[in-house]
Each structure stands twice: as structure tokens, then as C-alpha cells.
Antibody, heavy 119, light 108 residues
């Protein structure tokens, strides 16, 4: 059974930083692109970032470029998102997600971790 | 940037057919994908590559695409299908990965 378990969310002040983690199990982690998708309270889904199987390619939504860094450790079957210079508009549930195909669609999602940016 | 447009809400009675649309300029060239998100839960993929159903998704869920519009159809909608539905696709180059704004389906 595919499982994705996020951790690391919490309350942080504007300008602060957090590192989100995602522990994967139930599939061969090193063979899949992985993504982060977020959802602000009461709002829709927003694709945030993704990373190739070996970490050699990464992509980000324009609004987080230069502030967020996606990374992975295939030996630990883990995905990470370093989020810096946090803004109120970054407040959201952050989902770890496994990509299925060529269009980078997601076939499995974690339960999410909540990041709240507030003073 | 790139946008996918969905109606904010759709309402049907149990047993009726629910139709949710998603429009985007690149859809003639790119596949559409559909996700169901029930309140307080993570999304679940219900359709991929316009019309394929993942394992475990009931056959009442179907998808189609024509021109700049993709459509999710729930034939004989049930109360448990009440959820938010999101389409997903990319722009023609594959650079922008976007979700539609979501459609709240009410079945009552």
C-alpha cells in the first residue's frame, strides 16, 4: 500500500522558515517524480514544486521561486520542502504527492501538513 | 501563466447525471485529469488522461474531452459523491502545471 506521511508543519512568523518532510513507503520511491501541492484554507489546489527521480530536475510555481527548495533522499525514501521567507499567503495545507505520468499528474497524496504564517 | 476554468458549483438530485466542465486553451493538445476531494480529506484521482479510470474508481465516473473543454460525468450520482472536484492539466509546452478552481458538487 502506497503511503505518504508529511511532517514539519506548524505556526511560523512572517519571514521565517520551515522544513517539511515526507516519508514514503509501499512503492519504489527512487523511480517516481514527486511533488508538493498546497491548499490554502477554503481555497483550491495549487501545484508548488516537483523533482525528478534522481533530483537532477526541479521545477517551481513562479510565486515560490527563490524561496522554496525541493529535495529528496532516495536512500531514506524521503521528500523535503525547505520554505524560507514565509509570507501570510503561504499559509496552507501542504501535500506530498507521487506523480503518475508524463503530464506530472498525481496518483497518490499524503494527508497533508498545515503551515500557518502569522505574527 | 495558464488557467483552467471550472463552474463554482453544480447541484443534482440522487440518481441524476452530474456534469462538470473544465476549459483551457491547451486542452486540444494536453490531457485532462480529475480529482475528487471530500471535506477534510486529501484528493483522490478519479480520471486520468481524459477518460481513463484508476483502479477502484466506480464506473459511474467517466471523462471526455473535446476542443478546449474537458468534462467529468457522474452517471447516477450518489450522496457519497458530494465533494469538490478539480481538473488538472498543463499548458501546451508542459511548463505550467495547474489545477482548475474547483467545482463543489452537491447531491441532494
Amino acid at each position: 500500500e502506497v503511503q505518504l506521511v508529511e511532517s514539519g508543519g506548524g505556526l511560523v512568523q512572517p519571514g521565517g522558515s520551515l522544513r517539511l518532510s515526507c516519508a514514503a513507503s509501499g512503492f519504489t520511491f527512487s523511480t517516481y517524480w514527486m511533488s508538493w501541492v498546497r491548499q490554502a484554507p477554503g481555497k483550491g489546489l495549487e501545484w508548488v514544486a516537483n523533482i525528478k527521480q534522481d533530483g537532477s530536475e526541479k521545477d517551481y510555481v513562479d510565486s515560490v521561486k527563490g524561496r522554496f527548495t525541493i529535495s529528496r533522499d532516495n536512500a531514506k525514501k524521503s521528500l523535503y520542502l525547505q520554505i524560507n521567507s514565509l509570507r501570510a499567503e503561504d499559509t496552507a495545507v501542504y501535500y506530498c504527492a507521487r506523480e503518475r505520468g508524463y503530464d506530472h499528474d498525481v496518483d497518490y497524496w499524503g494527508q497533508g501538513t498545515l503551515v500557518t504564517v502569522s505574527s | 501563466s495558464y488557467e483552467l476554468t471550472q463552474p463554482p458549483s453544480v447541484s443534482v438530485s440522487p440518481g441524476q447525471t452530474a456534469t462538470i466542465t473544465c476549459s483551457g486553451d491547451a486542452l486540444p493538445k494536453r490531457y485532462a485529469y480529475w480529482y475528487q476531494q471530500k471535506s477534510g480529506q486529501a484528493p483522490v484521482q478519479v480520471i486520468y488522461e481524459d477518460k481513463s479510470r484508476p483502479s477502484g474508481i466506480p464506473p459511474r465516473f467517466s471523462g471526455s474531452s473535446s476542443g478546449t473543454m474537458a468534462t467529468l460525468t457522474i452517471s447516477g450520482a450518489q450522496v457519497e459523491d458530494e465533494a469538490d472536484y478539480y481538473c488538472y492539466s498543463t499548458d501546451s509546452s508542459g511548463n505550467y502545471k495547474v489545477f482548475g478552481g474547483g467545482t463543489k458538487l452537491t447531491v441532494l
